[in-house]
């Protein structure tokens, strides 16, 4: 039960980022796939985006 918990709070924090990824104003095939990368990693995309790429990742794609 605690494992499906983790896997649904897993989910609704990639929906979030995805949906956050796809309002930057960067070419869509760039947004497109970060949006892959981190739904694809899973917990390890997340931490990598919310610790460092949500911020940085921007700049860097344009």
Do not use: C, H
């Amino acid at each position: 039960m605690i494992g499906f918990i983790i896997w649904i709070i897993g989910l609704i924090l990639a929906i979030k980022a995805v949906l956050e990824i796809m309002q930057w104003k960067v070419d869509g095939v760039k947004k497109l796939l970060v949006a892959i990368l981190v739904l694809l990693t899973s917990w390890i995309g997340l931490i990598f985006y919310y610790f460092w790429g949500r911020d940085n990742l921007p700049s860097m794609l344009k």
